[in-house]
């Protein structure tokens, strides 16, 4: 018995060590170098399409990365660019498609009273895979399809990144 009691007394770390290294998680995030090539070539792919926008990236946890307005950008587009990126990277989705679910779908509709969330295209996570570590929020191009089409503009600029 007195064996069995030693050998358990001594296992006892090596147990709770293996517990404790469980409940630690390992998770990729939005670097600020990635956060400002996206923010420069969203705004340089609006603006090659005569588009004046604010781009916003976001981390993992919605804080904020990167800011870029471009000349001529209304001073509405940093908010609009904060709350879509806040918003896609919460949600883990595209501000449009969930623009269209709350259309479509009167439950989702509440989804507009969560502060912080904004409704409109223009907000697209980033992943690396299937995780999301970030998101980038474009504001003030006419219709906020155009707006997502830049953010996905520069993500395919730095896909290569993204692995």
Excluded: W, Y
Excluded at 33 to 58: D, F, I, K, R, Y
Excluded at 68 to 77: E, I, S, V
């Amino acid at each position: 018995m007195r064996h069995i009691i030693r050998a358990c007394a001594l296992a006892l770390p090596f147990i709770a060590a293996a517990a404790s290294a469980q409940n630690v998680r390992t998770e990729k995030n939005m670097s600020l170098e990635l956060a400002n090539q996206l923010a420069s070539a969203t705004v340089a792919a609006c603006s090659a399409n005569g588009h004046a926008v604010a781009a916003t990236v976001v981390d993992r946890a919605g804080s904020v990365r990167a800011v870029q307005r471009a000349d001529n950008a209304g001073p509405h587009t940093l908010a609009a660019s904060l709350q879509k990126a806040f918003t896609s990277a919460s949600a883990k989705n595209t501000t449009l498609a969930m623009m269209d679910g709350a259309q479509k779908n009167p439950a989702a509709a509440n989804l507009v009273h969560i502060p912080g969330f904004l409704l409109l295209g223009g907000g697209v996570p980033v992943k690396v895979g299937n995780e999301v570590i970030g998101a980038v929020g474009v504001g003030g191009a006419p219709g906020g399809h155009l707006d997502e089409q830049c953010a996905m503009a520069a993500l395919e600029k730095v896909k290569d990144q993204l692995k």
